[in-house]
């Protein structure tokens, strides 16, 4: 069955410093790959997904994410990091049942201080 | 466009007392339809989810059960609470096919059983 990992349940940086947001994934087949945001006491917010096109993945509010396979990995960056994004991230994998249905890593809080 | 509405907000139960969380889904027709429990620390856990009305999956055992009453609606419920159900809950829908569609999430509903 398809996963992920995330290392780090706690990232600090300072505001304007690059953000970098770890994720690997295990899976038997090419997976499909999502980051999500999530602001304290609301929903998830879908950021980007890769979904076997370009490896190289842009999403909302200057993140992207790069695929590689060799590596199994699917980190989450941000050249520039703004007080506005600290938040909770998931990354998350389809598990490609023929249906939608992901599994989520446990997560990781990005701390930003001024 | 497609929206997505979870209530209440909020909610403090007792031990013993019975649950009602619903969930609609406005804009999209035969949507599946999830619900994630989300405790501190451990990322999301997918409870059920549901491919058409009256089609429910359970993913683990426990003490809550879902029904689909209707093609947008989607309501968790228990009949007797426990301590370790409290918890934030979260509704999401997909499109009915493929795997590479992303889930869309609602606010959430905080339930503390107390």
Redesign the interface.
Known sequence: AQSVTQLG?HVSVSEGALVLLRCNYSSSVPP?L?W?VQYP??????LL?Y??AATLVKGINGFEAEFKTRETSFHLTKPSAHMSDAAEY?CAV??????????????TRLLVSP | SQTIHQWPATLVQPVGSPLSLECTVEGTSNPNLYWYRQAAGRGLQLLFYSVGIGQISSEVPQNLSASRPQDRQFILSSKKLLLSDSGFYLCAWSVPTGSNSPLHFGNGTRLTVT
């Open positions: 349940s499909y999502f999500y006491n609301q929903g998830l917010q879908l997904k979904t076997s998931f389809s598990q490609n049942t023929g249906f939608q249905k992901l599994v989520f890593g446990t997560g």
